[in-house]
């Protein structure tokens, strides 16, 4: 499980890589490649998200319930259609519809990046009241039983 989550973590953060590489080449947009770079420097950054929802998945501490079953497959679901839209508009169709492609994409990670969180280990903290701090009041800061204080004295 561990050299997964650190082969998922490699794949991440070069897919981060690659797509800045692709933003910074694909800038100034002043020929065909430049602007295809530019459309397409989601993609890398999306299998990014993607590694780290399954990193996420990987180190959950609960199952998904019913819902989150659903919401899992539907966020697949989702990403794949975005992907078919994205590999579509560049081989046959206009090219509009690669952005929309790209932001289905997004959104059924994100789903799915929302049920992972859910079901990571929840933090327990103690809750502190009042009572537990002690009087406070300003005749407290006269006596060093009930005074916060430091090394040095009374705060």
């Known amino acids: 499980m561990r050299s997964r989550i650190i082969a998922l973590g490699v794949i991440a953060g070069f897919g981060t890589l690659l797509s800045v ?9 002043q020929t065909a490649t430049q602007e295809v770079m530019l459309e397409l420097s989601a993609l ?34 989702l990403s794949a259609v975005g992907l078919a839209l994205v590999a ?6 206009p090219r509009g519809l690669v952005q929309f492609g790209q932001f289905l994409i997004f959104l059924g990670l994100g789903a799915v ?16 009241s009042f009572a537990d701090a002690g009087p406070l ?4 800061a006269d006596r060093p039983d009930v005074a916060p204080s430091t090394q040095d004295g009374p705060l």
Not at 137 to 140: E, G, T
């Open 137 to 140: 009041s300003p005749q407290s």
């Open 21 to 29: 590489i692709l933003v910074l080449a694909g800038l100034p947009e």
């Open 88 to 93: 579509l508009a560049y081989l046959t169709g």
């Open 44 to 77: 890398p950054l999306s299998v990014a998200l993607a590694a780290g929802d399954l990193i996420l998945l990987e180190r959950a501490v609960r199952h998904p319930g019913p819902r989150g079953r659903r919401v899992l497959l539907g966020g697949a679901l």
């Open 113 to 128: 990046l929302l049920v992972a969180i859910r079901l990571q280990a929840d933090t327990h903290r103690s809750a502190v």
